[in-house]
């Protein structure tokens, strides 16, 4: 997926007001995400994004170096912290609320669901505490299904 292509389906997904609106909370999502996941899994998803949209993951990795204990930790642990806080760090880059983070991240979410591979939307699935988790699409697929059988 191209650059342009992804930054114009989360224009639209996510109900933004222009292209560059979109490349921000791009840039912000995917960097928060990187700070969220460990550090292997950010370099593979930055491996199947275009590199506009690799780059802010690659800049939070590449800013984790430092002994090789931390290191380690880092490649195989994210940092730790739930929906608030990934929504707040999403707002505060984005310079937006932490409703319409949500909302564009769950549209991000969306998206990159199109453009990685299945297997690593699963390793992301799985990566994830379950309040951000149930941003991305399967999640919400699940809960859906789940809700309606309790009917």
């Excluded at 990159?112 to 699409?137: C, F, N, Q, T, W």
């Amino acid at each position: 997926m191209r650059y342009e292509e992804l930054t114009g389906r989360v224009q639209t997904l996510a109900r933004l007001p222009d292209r560059q609106s979109a490349e921000r909370a791009v840039r912000a999502t995917l960097e928060t995400l990187a700070e969220r996941i460990p550090d292997g899994l950010s370099d593979h998803m930055a491996a199947q994004l275009p590199s506009e949209a690799a780059d802010p993951m690659r800049r939070v990795v590449a800013s984790h170096e430092a002994s090789p204990e931390q290191r380690a930790h880092r490649r195989d642990h994210g940092e730790r912290f739930d929906l608030t806080g990934f929504a707040g760090r999403i707002a505060w880059r984005a310079r937006t609320s932490e409703e319409e983070a949500i909302r564009e991240a769950s549209a991000i979410f969306e998206v990159l669901d199109s453009a990685v591979s299945p297997e690593l939307m699963e390793k992301l699935y799985h990566a994830l505490p379950g309040d951000i988790r149930e941003l991305l699409p399967e999640a919400r697929a699940l809960e859906e299904r789940r809700h309606r059988e309790e009917r």
